[in-house]
């Protein structure tokens, strides 16, 4: 293990370039392959001149040429399977890149191409990109290395013209010497970009719809998406751990690119092993995203907006019901008497709540505290994050912020009731019943003379139970949600919302309100998140 700013030490970088498919996802790997030719180009360099060598580089390529071989991949050559090609000099780099875009653009407008390297890389410190550094590299940075930086090789290669274009950068990001001034010029200079768009070949953040401008040079129908196997000014680690987690989420059906990358940064952040790695993306992507082997259909319109950022869905604004009918059994006190209210403006909200592998990178970031869990009992890195207070809640979602450049908040009590309900004005947004198939909660309690079954007794992974109308998946049950509400004009007090593993069925009621001091944890509260769209993202909802 070495210090990137040393220069030293084997770590991984991920980056990946996504344009996004048209065709049917859910098709199998030869069937899809028929659709698109896919071709990958794996680049290990582990037999450095001027840095250590690396001790787990070529297994690495070996795993993901073997996960990318077993997903319909054929090898940057147009034939056979993925080969992985080993020690290549900057000379080497390019000339095999350069014909692996040649090969993309013979294959076709539709074509999925992948590019995998493992070895050394480098952060540009006063510039934000970074780039891969061949074996025979020295420890100065030349105007000749601009041509494998992030930038360079994104407009290469989706200069190509395929569809898709996977670029994965698994490297540290030792920051070599300051560049020059004028490296934005320079690398506009080596792609034959407008040094204006220099900085959107670097990627913007946000899994999100990107608008292109009528004169891109890239197509309407073309992305991007660049991940990083470890933050920026952290340490990275030689141990193959990334590079075997990402070959497991290849091969994993159901999920999309962008479900099997979450998944990869949530495993590798909660890997047991005792180097942490926390992997983080940046985006410029453009319609929705393709698949290894095949697609969650109900995934195909949420988004987020960071590695460690919460999936989201935009909910349209509207009308819904809100409170409770008097003759609702299990009715509060506290709760309005059921009428329409209009949500004017629509917004983003957590698709599930929170987890333990998002919270723990807050945790690892020294911005969230360190919290009781489930999570020894349960590895699953979906299981949710509990033991929170409102207080907590507010830390994490400041972190957020920072973490996604955008203004996350908790839901207000009638956003939560919005989502909550789907439209729905029935006790629960299933209808009247519930049942221990619907939610987690207290099974051994009734509700309306319902079913019962033994009590669990612990928060269940956030996709446990189908979604509702919204897509939005258990905010009935598992643990209480947060919300911005309180109950009197100073907010000594704060309402949570949905009911928990430990509730009796009528607190999943919609309607109801539990109140909570704003600095008391419960092993059962939680939160999920919102934030407010942004103008194109409003214009893209429908």
């Known amino acids: 293990m070495t210090d990137r700013a040393t220069g030293g030490g084997r770590g991984w970088f991920a980056t990946l370039l996504l344009g996004w498919l048209l065709a049917a996802c859910a098709l199998g790997p030869a069937a899809r392959a028929a659709e698109e030719p896919r071709l990958a180009l794996v680049i290990v360099n582990g037999a450095y001149q001027s840095f250590d060598r690396l001790g787990s580089t070529y297994g690495d390529g070996e795993k993901v040429a073997t996960a990318l071989n077993a997903t319909g991949f054929a090898d940057a050559s147009g034939q056979g399977p993925v080969q992985v090609r080993r020690d290549l000099s900057r000379a080497d780099m390019l000339a095999a890149v350069a014909d692996f875009r040649a090969k993309l653009a013979a294959a076709g407008p539709k074509a999925f191409g992948m590019l995998y390297f493992s070895g050394h890389g480098a952060a540009l410190g006063s510039y934000g990109d970074v780039m891969l550094l061949p074996v025979d590299a020295g420890r100065d ?23 898709t274009v996977l670029i994965v950068l698994d490297m540290c990001r030792n920051v070599l010497p300051a560049p020059p001034p004028s490296l934005t010029q320079m690398i506009a200079a080596e792609t034959g970009t407008e040094a204006s768009a220099v900085g959107e ?40 751990i990334f590079s075997k987690v990402l070959a497991e989420e290849i091969r994993r059906p159901q999920q999309n690119i962008a479900d099997a990358l979450k998944r990869v940064s949530d495993r590798v952040a909660l890997s047991s092993g005792k180097n942490f790695q926390k992997p983080t993306f940046d985006y410029g992507l453009q319609g929705a995203p393709p698949c290894f082997i095949s697609c969650d259909r109900a995934a195909s319109d949420r988004f ?8 989201m869905r935009a909910i349209p604004a509207g009308l819904s019901p809100f409170g409770s009918p008097a003759s609702e059994p299990g009715r509060g006190g506290d709760e309005a008497v059921q009428a329409d209210v209009r949500i004017d403006k629509p917004f983003a909200i957590g698709v599930y709540e929170v987890t333990i592998a998002e919270w723990n990178a807050c945790v690892r970031d020294n911005a969230c505290a360190k919290l009781g869990s489930w999570s020894k009992e ?51 947004p299933w209808g009247d019943d519930i049942g221990p198939s619907m939610a987690n909660y207290d099974h051994t309690a009734r509700y309306r003379g319902s079913d019962t079954a033994p009590y669990r007794g612990y928060p269940e992974a956030v996709n446990s139970y189908p979604a509702n109308a919204f897509g939005l998946n258990q905010m009935q049950g598992n643990v209480w949600e947060w919300t911005s509400g309180c109950t009197d004009t100073s907010c000594r007090a704060r309402v949570i919302r949905g009911g928990s593993f430990e509730s009796a069925p009528d607190a999943l009621r919609s309607a109801n309100r539990f109140t909570v001091a704003p600095g008391k944890r419960r092993q059962d509260a939680g939160l999920r998140v919102v934030r407010d769209l942004e103008p194109d993202e409003v214009g893209s909802i429908g």
């Open 304 to 311: 987020y907006d960071c590695a460690n950022c919460p999936w």
């Open 141 to 163: 940075l030349t105007p000749e290395s601009a041509t494998l930086t992030r930038a360079a090789l994104t407009h290469n290669l989706l200069g190509s013209g395929a569809k």
């Open 201 to 240: 070949l670097a990627g913007s953040k946000g899994l999100r719809r990107m608008i292109r401008a009528p004169s891109a040079t890239i197509r309407p129908d073309q992305g991007y998406l660049v991940a990083f196997s470890t933050s920026a000014d952290q340490v990275a680690f030689d141990d193959g």
């Open 378 to 428: 349960n590895p699953n890195p979906l299981i949710p994050a509990t033991d929170i207070s409102y207080e907590d809640a507010q830390a994490f979602l400041a972190w957020l912020s920072v973490q996604s450049g955008r203004a996350y908040r908790l839901p207000t009590e009638q956003e939560w009731e919005y989502a909550s309900r789907g439209g729905a004005s029935t006790a629960f």
